[in-house]
């Protein structure tokens, strides 16, 4: 157990909707990544953000946004849900951002499915 | 943009054998720290080892240790001893400070370990 928890663990929903997925950081974490899993593109960052400002952006589609809230932990919306958003979703948490210790400690994922 | 390259998609290895798994990295940065992922079935990410770029010595856990080569931009990974537990996907990872230290992913290798 990693420590980091996101909620839910699955998630059936139709083209066009709107999702949003959960993460609770490790007690201490202030960083939290968001990263999505999918046969075709492999492990991809989406978004970070550190103690409630957003750090960094991957390739984040415009139809998707995140929070961090001032208890740290993170929301990542989903909305006009496609086929192809169909995937696993991961929150990684970390102290800081750079620090030579700062390892990324993954969340179990939360599997979405679109149909 | 820093990529990174698992080029064996598939690798096999008996029980109490010594595996290794390759990765090259592509990058311009001096000093950088590259990990390896574990995901076994249950599609939990876990941390197997990290290295820091501008140590020299190659980072070690107990049966698991890497060889890196920086100035070829290699990163392999050695499993000795290998155990029926050890069958995963394998995930080498860069982390780019320049993308808010967010992990640049390979595509995998996928490790079967036969009895």
């Known amino acids: 157990d990693s420590g980091v928890t996101q909620t839910p ?16 950081p490790r007690s201490g974490d202030l960083s939290v990544y968001w990263y999505q899993q999918s046969l075709d593109q492999g492990l991809q960052f989406l978004i970070q953000y550190y103690n409630g400002e957003e750090r960094a952006k991957g390739n984040i589609l415009e139809r998707f946004s995140a929070q961090q809230f001032p208890d740290l932990h993170s929301e990542l919306n989903l909305s006009s849900l ?23 400690y993954f969340g179990p994922g939360t599997r979405l499915t679109v149909l | 943009a820093q990529t ?9 290895v008996q029980e109490a054998e010594t595996v290794t798994l390759s990765c090259t990295y592509d990058t311009s940065e001096s000093d950088y720290y590259l990990f390896w992922y574990k995901q076994p079935p249950s599609r939990q990410m876990i941390l197997v080892i990290r ?15 890497v060889n ?22 394998y995930f080498c990872a860069y982390r780019d400070p320049n993308s808010g230290y967010a992990l640049n992913f390979g595509k995998g290798t996928s490790l079967l370990v036969t009895p």
């Open chain 1, 9 to 24: 663990k699955h998630l059936i929903t139709a083209t066009g909707q709107r999702v949003t997925l959960r993460c609770s």
């Open chain 2, 4 to 12: 990174v390259t698992q080029s064996q998609p598939e690798m096999s």
């Open chain 2, 68 to 89: 890196f080569q920086k100035a070829a931009k290699s990163f392999s990974l050695k499993i000795s001893d290998s155990q029926l537990g050890d069958a995963a996907m």
């Open chain 1, 82 to 104: 496609e086929l192809g958003d169909s995937a696993l979703y991961f929150c990684a948490s970390s102290v800081r951002t750079g620090a030579s210790t700062d390892t990324q």
């Open chain 2, 51 to 65: 290295q820091e770029a501008y140590k020299q010595q190659n980072a070690t856990e107990n049966r698991f240790s």
